[in-house]
């Protein structure tokens, strides 16, 4: 029998709001989902307003996201965040390998990896970026990329995930408002299963949650939501207005929640 996951919706703000504008967006998104125990909701501003969004978001069942972090503890590292700054701020989860860092900060397999790494030992929940670009996809390489990047991502990391999610974006998808089709997308979440499997076994492929992000909105969530592979969605410029986002966090919510065993839900760190 499958094992039941929870949906989970994250909204990556990207290098966008103000503290006052983040303040004012967690709020307004606190008003519809800070009781939902449906679909675990995270939000991830920027570094300068993670402090004040929170506070805001404190004492709810919303969690606190970071969009990266550095590998080392501390150091000669000017302009970069650590996993204990991170948990200092009580952050549970943090964005690793994003598409537009390995893009702009030509980040590299190996130096998401370190992060991975370095996320676990902190006890903060990694989700894991990987996606293919318009020409990779073009020369049938998608499977390719997303094995290097899987394998990549991971290796070293020998017993088991610790929670963590992998994010399905494809690069070509991102901020275009083009999307792929749930079938395209469950496509790949399908062989990301599959490859999870391969490198970690049946129960941590069974366990582990895959987002789907890539211009995702509230009229074509409910449909990516629904395929069996997607777990929910890293949403990007969607997540900056509440009333979408929040219309997306809904469409997450399952017709039916299945009976399930606490052990059988992926653990978050407190």
């Known amino acids: 029998m499958k094992r ?11 290098m966008n709001k103000s503290t006052t504008d983040a303040e004012y967006l967690a709020n307004d998104l606190c008003r ?3 009781e939902l125990r449906d679909v675990d909701v995270v939000l ?28 080392e503890n501390g150091g000669a590292f000017t302009g970069e965040i650590s996993a204990a700054m991170l948990r200092d701020l009580y ?23 370190a992060k991975v790494k370095a996320a676990l030992a902190a006890t903060l929940i990694p ?44 690069v070509w998808a991102i901020g275009t408002g083009d999307t ?26 069974g366990a582990t949650r895959i987002q789907y992000g890539g ?7 409910k449909a990516l939501m629904a395929q069996p592979d997607i777990d929910g969605g890293l949403i990007g410029g969607a997540s900056l207005e509440a009333r979408a986002f929040v219309e997306i966090v809904k469409s997450a919510i ?16 407190s």
């Open 32 to 34: 519809d989902l800070a």
């Open 215 to 221: 211009s995702v909105k509230p009229d074509n969530a």
């Open 4 to 14: 039941y996951r929870k949906n989970i919706v994250a909204g990556n703000w990207k």
């Open 180 to 205: 792929a089709t749930p079938e395209q997308a469950q496509e790949v979440h399908e062989f990301i299963r599959i490859l999870l499997q391969t490198l970690f076994g049946d129960d941590v492929a």
């Open 44 to 71: 991830c501003p920027s570094f300068t307003s993670l402090q004040a969004v929170g506070k805001v978001i404190e004492n709810t069942l919303v969690r606190l996201g970071a969009q990266n972090m550095h590998w």
């Open 127 to 170: 989700i894991m970026c990987v996606g293919e670009t318009s020409e990779e996809r073009k020369e049938g390489k998608t499977e390719e990329i997303i094995k290097r990047q899987i394998e990549g991502g991971l290796d070293g990391i020998d017993d088991g995930l610790d929670g963590l999610i992998i994010a399905y974006e494809p």
């Open 254 to 269: 399952p017709e039916k929640i299945p009976d399930y065993k606490e052990d059988d839900a992926p653990s978050v760190s």
């Open 91 to 113: 952050c549970h989860y943090v964005i690793l390998g994003h598409s537009e860092r390995r893009q702009h900060c030509n980040e590299t397999d190996y130096e998401v990896n």
